[in-house]
């Protein structure tokens, strides 16, 4: 399970260091072939190749077959495949990063069963006090047992 925030940069060359706790769990889930492509939020989607097939196959299955199409021209469309090097990095492709606006500092979120990342500043307006968000959640927040 990839759960946290935290608070990291691109390099130069596009590669961002995925954090070292969750290095050994891709390695040993997907000999650390990623796929990266991007989702209904303005973040790119990190998921492990097996997660992704997975919710490629749930589309192939999708009885709504225009919603199907959208999904497939989307999610699989901007797809890339990739692969964590030996010192945890992985290549986000220029295209996907011009795409989200991303250049600098991210905040990579895991979401279970794969990794967002967000520029910087469009975490802090989603996702700082005070958001609409974080406002909207007290109530969702409320309805849970914990």
């Known amino acids: 399970m990839f759960a946290g925030t935290h608070q990291l940069m691109v390099d130069d060359k596009g590669r961002l260091a995925i954090p070292a706790r969750f290095r050994q769990l ?12 991007k ?14 097939e997975d919710v490629v196959q749930q589309i192939q299955q999708m009885e709504d077959r225009r919603q199907a199409e959208l999904l497939k021209q989307w999610f699989v469309g901007f797809a ?11 290549l986000l492709p220029p295209m996907l990063r011009k795409r989200v606006n991303i250049d ?6 895991g979401q279970d069963s794969r990794f967002d990342v967000w520029p910087q500043d469009v975490w802090e307006a989603r996702f700082g006090e005070g ?14 047992k914990r």
Do not use: H, W
């Not at 890339?80 to 992985?90: A, F, I, L, N, Y």
């Not at 958001?131 to 849970?144: I, K």
């Open 39 to 52: 989702g209904p939020n303005p973040c790119l989607e990190i998921y492990p190749r097996p997660v992704f």
């Open 26 to 37: 891709l390695a040993d889930q997907c000999g650390a072939q990623l796929v990266i492509t």
């Open 80 to 90: 890339v495949e990739t692969e964590m090097d030996k010192q945890g990095r992985v």
């Open 131 to 144: 958001s609409e968000l974080a406002v909207a959640l007290e109530d969702a927040f409320r309805t849970l």
């Open 104 to 109: 600098g500092a991210v905040m990579l979120m």
